[in-house]
């Protein structure tokens, strides 16, 4: 994985996604110093069941926000787009490239973009826009004049995004060491606490646990046999 880098910006669509993702990784990243921050599409508001739309979107965010903070990241932004029927478009690709030139990053991370999470899982088309979204807008804030009217708001063009780095996807090309973050990431998806009490039965913590060791000892083999947090990498 690159590592000669500074700031890294996360966009992905709902609370959580980076918590089942990557979390180990941001965790290595931040005690490395580096500068991580979140960035989500949507509140998550749709996301249970037994819980309205009204009341889920606050608490959802106040979840995000304790569980980014478990791995170091203090700057948490929701750009308000309805969870669940995210479009991908020129409205999506502009607050993405606004929060890229807004945060300045060399390192964009994103969450799979792709149909399916390989063979016939199929994805969810939140993920989707705004993965593929993501991916564009990399390229969207170093042009001054796809979207003029940033330039207009203060927000100069950031050429300077020179990865961008996909968690869950099937064709995983670079690792981060899963293992020194690993506890941490366990914590901070169990902040989601509201989200898995209704998804399981099973002990909050034994059910974060198991499912994150799980992925990473997944991804060993591909990578020197170590757990790992795997990542698709498009260089720019
Ligand atoms: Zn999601």
């Known amino acids: 994985m690159p590592d000669d880098w500074r700031r890294a910006l996360a966009v992905v669509a709902h609370p959580d996604d980076l918590e089942y993702g990557c979390s180990a990784a941001v965790a290595a990243w931040t005690d490395g110093g580096r500068e991580v921050v979140y960035v989500l599409a949507t509140r998550g508001e749709a ?9 889920c979107g606050p608490l959802r965010e106040r979840e995000q926000r304790a569980s ?6 203090s700057e948490v932004e929701f750009l308000d787009h309805r969870d669940g029927v995210v479009e991908y478009g020129p409205a999506l690709r502009r607050d993405i490239a606004a929060a890229i030139r807004r945060h300045r990053p060399e390192l964009v991370i994103t969450l799979n973009h792709r149909d399916t999470w390989g063979g016939v899982a199929w994805n969810t088309p939140d993920h989707v826009a705004v993965g593929r979204a993501t991916l564009d807008a990399a390229g969207d804030a170093g042009n001054r004049w796809i979207f003029p009217e940033l330039a207009e708001q203060g927000l100069e063009p950031w050429d300077g995004v ?10 995983p090309t670079h690792a981060v060491d899963a293992t020194p973050g690993m506890e941490r990431a ?8 509201a989200y898995i009490e209704v998804l399981t039965d099973q002990d909050p913590e034994e059910y974060c646990r198991t499912f994150l060791t799980a992925n990473a000892q997944a991804a060993a083999p591909r990578f020197g046999g170590r757990p790992a947090v795997a990542f698709e990498v498009f260089s720019r």
């Not at 996301?47 to 009341?55: E, L, Q, R």
């Not at 020179?162 to 064709?171: F, H, N, T």
């Not at 366990?186 to 606490?193: A, F, G, K, N, W």
Request: hydrophobic share 50%; glycine share 10%; net charge neutral.
């Open 47 to 55: 996301g249970i069941d037994t819980i309205d739309p009204a009341t």
């Open 162 to 171: 020179r990865w961008v780095a996909v968690a869950g996807s099937s064709s």
């Open 186 to 193: 366990v914590r901070s998806l169990l902040e989601h606490r």
């Open 68 to 73: 980014a903070a478990v791995v170091g990241v």
